[in-house]
């Protein structure tokens, strides 16, 4: 922290002389000097204290633009398994012209946030593709709410999954077998089939799957959204949700 701190400091210092950083040599100063020249840096930053803000502005801009950076790059070399991965379910418009991958938690309480706004935008803008990335980070009932809505499509198909997802996001109960056979029978599902198939192999395979693209990309958090070639790390409310598609859709 201190480091940071001197380095701003010294940043706004030459900033504010109008001295390059490449053109001052610390190390060939004399025990004397560098006592000077600390001497002149704390005067003018206790006259001028607003500019260690600024400068620490400057450095948070510089790498929150560098992680845009590094996002729109992450997106591009992993495009394929984003967004025709084969086995994510895929809602709102197949045929949009704008993509926006979610990757969720059903027991994050930002995913229940987002749930509802998520739902508003595909409703209201009808050209958007939207892909379900299940990746359930927040212990056992993530776990199985994730492995029974997958179940529940390959059991029942996509419409059974969608219904289930809108119910799984708005349960608090522990997922115990009795609570599974319930939400099953409230679906008018087969709750037996259901429970059946959620430690398939090919269930295993998708959260796994899953997993290790959110592990390329970096995403330790839920939500996280792709929306076209951006990466959203966190809840965005509807407005902003719907600056982002605009703006994929004037760059694309």
């Not at 509802?116 to 935008?121: C, M």
Request: charged content about 25%.
């Amino acid at each position: 922290m201190f480091k940071s701190r001197l380095a701003c400091s010294l940043t706004a210092l030459f900033m504010a002389t109008g001295v390059s950083a490449a053109e001052f040599d610390f190390g060939a100063m004399t025990d004397a000097e560098r006592d000077a020249f600390g001497a002149q840096v704390r005067a003018y930053l206790l006259e001028n204290p607003q500019v260690i803000m600024e400068a620490v502005q400057v450095l948070e801009d510089r790498q929150a633009e560098q992680q845009a950076q590094g996002d729109l790059e992450l997106v591009a070399a992993h495009s394929e398994e984003l967004f025709n991965d084969g086995y994510s379910w895929v809602g709102g418009n197949p045929d949009g012209d704008v993509t926006i991958v979610e990757f969720f938690d059903y027991r994050c309480g930002f995913c229940r946030k987002a749930h509802p706004e998520v739902q508003a935008l595909l409703e209201s803008d009808g050209n958007i593709r939207y892909i379900a990335k299940e990746f359930p980070i927040l212990g056992e009932n993530s776990v199985i709410s994730a492995r029974f809505a997958l179940a529940v499509r390959e059991v029942a198909g996509d419409d059974a999954y969608k219904a289930a997802n809108e119910a799984l996001i708005a349960l608090n109960s522990d997922m115990q077998e009795p609570v599974l056979r319930r939400l099953a029978d409230t679906l008018e599902l087969d709750a037996d089939a259901v429970i059946a198939a959620m430690d398939g192999d090919d269930i295993t395979q998708q959260l796994a799957q899953t997993r290790a693209l959110a592990e390329r990309l970096q995403i330790s958090g839920t939500p996280s959204f792709v929306m076209g070639g951006q990466m959203i790390r966190g809840y965005l409310p509807l407005d902003a949700m719907q600056e982002v598609i605009a703006e994929e859709r004037r760059d694309g």
